[in-house]
């Protein structure tokens, strides 16, 4: 069976550090902190009190406020970015079969803002159960993708891919077979989340997850710094929509790049702990790399998963080294979570779109807030600290990581005819 080309032609974000992709891309390459003091809740009992939350959102300008009532934050977040993406694409009825128009999401937790709310509000009731009508619709980790379907009345595959932090990149993966295998021919992907709230925030303190550096927030995530102690909470959605390349090429539309591989594995070691040595890591990027017809010498870049927390960054610096060997030291290598925290399940979806945009533009996004180098991790890799840098970028690579052990690896490259 001869697969089918994916192409990339329609891309939204909104992220702590811009609300739509041109925004996000130039604070990327900008070194643009997301950081800063919790404004969603009252953090004087908490251990941390910073957080990447997106900025200057208002849903009356997105939302009627009806409809608005009736969405969480996280599906909120995920329609702005699809609609971003589809408007980008450009489909519509006239050039799309939309029996053949997906959306499969990637969502981490879903709608915890609605279900600590809701099971607040019962607790300090007097027992009787007045649970809002919306509560569950508002609340599973697939309604956004449904809202997404319905608005635009996309009837392809729809559904959510769930597990944890590398749930978009099993949600890319899902939409780039789907299509190759002539199940679609365009699908929205991404991820979507919005945990910043007290259970979100009380609840990885309480496992010792976050940051702790409430006297240098704008700064606290800083991946393969000697310092770090742990990730920063960030929010928001990054959107992509996938399509068939001879689709793409009759409707001639611009193609920002092409999804050459996947892969995924499972490190089977520990339920938060990354393994030591890498395992899962080096598993799931050779996979990927063996989908790309192991072309080792064109990946350029690896956006990696790099959540400044002690143990993942050293793992992941191992199994990069122990995939490319001496080829390593010529990689650019960043870790964007550095400017927009960890999104938890949207995070493979806006670090897709940063190796994307990195193979628009040439630019490799720097990893910031580094000033003490770590000897357990090898100096002589180019993390890109600090400072953008220009570079031909003819593939690039995109890592996440999530608890349960669950590795997802995306390759994309510069569309060449």
């Given amino acids: 069976m001869q697969l089918r080309r994916v192409v990339v032609t329609g891309l939204g974000a909104l992220t702590p550090i811009g609300n739509n992709l041109t925004d996000y891309w130039r604070n990327l390459q900008d070194g643009v902190s997301g950081a800063a003091l919790i404004t969603r809740f009252d953090t004087s009992k908490f251990k941390t009190k910073f957080a990447c939350e997106v900025k200057n959102y208002n849903i009356e300008d997105h939302f009627e406020r009806k409809e608005g009532r009736k969405l969480d934050l996280y599906a909120q977040f995920a329609l702005v970015a699809a609609a971003e993406s589809v408007a980008d694409c450009g489909i519509n009825e006239k050039e799309f079969d939309y029996d053949r128009v997906g959306v499969i999401l990637g969502v981490g937790i879903g709608g915890l803002a609605t279900f600590f709310t809701e099971c607040i509000n019962f607790a300090n009731g007097d027992g009787t159960p007045r649970f809002n009508p919306f509560f569950i619709p508002k609340m599973i980790a697939d309604i956004a993708s449904g809202h997404i379907s319905i608005k635009y009345g996309f009837r ?9 932090c590398a749930s978009s990149s099993h949600a890319l993966t899902d939409a780039y077979n789907y299509i190759r295998l002539n199940k679609a021919d365009a699908i929205v992907t991404g991820g979507s989340e919005a945990a910043i709230n007290e259970a979100g925030v009380g609840g990885f303190n309480a496992m010792h997850a976050l940051s702790l550096n409430n006297e240098n927030y704008e700064t606290a995530s800083r991946p393969f710094d000697l310092n770090r102690d742990g990730f920063v909470l960030g929010e928001g959605s990054g959107s992509i929509v996938l399509e068939e390349l001879e689709h793409a090429k009759n409707r001639g539309v611009k193609i920002y790049a092409e999804l050459v591989g996947t892969g995924l594995s ?4 520990h339920i938060t702990a990354p393994h030591p040595e890498g395992l899962g890591a080096i598993s799931v990027m050779k996979s990927a790399l063996a989908d790309f017809g192991n072309n080792l010498d ?9 959540t400044s927390t ?11 080294i122990a995939v490319f060997g001496e080829s390593a030291y010529n990689l650019n290598i960043s870790a964007t979570k550095s400017m927009t925290g960890h999104l938890l399940g949207a995070a493979g979806a806006i670090e897709a779109i940063a190796c994307i945009m990195a193979i628009v533009d040439g630019v490799i996004p720097p990893t910031i807030n580094h000033s003490t180098y770590d000897p357990e991790i090898d100096s002589k890799l180019n993390f890109t600290f ?3 840098e220009k570079k031909e970028v003819r593939a690039a690579i995109s890592n996440t990581f999530g608890f349960g052990g669950h590795n997802a690896t995306v390759i994309f490259k510069k569309y060449e005819s």
Avoid: Q, R, W
């Fill in 156 to 164: 392809g595959p729809n559904f959510t891919t769930v597990s944890a």
């Fill in 298 to 306: 064109e990946i350029d870049y690896i956006n990696v998963h790099g």
């Fill in 386 to 388: 600090n400072k953008a």
């Fill in 310 to 320: 002690p143990l993942g960054d050293i793992s992941e610096t191992k199994a990069i």
């Fill in 266 to 269: 499972a490190d089977a070691y």
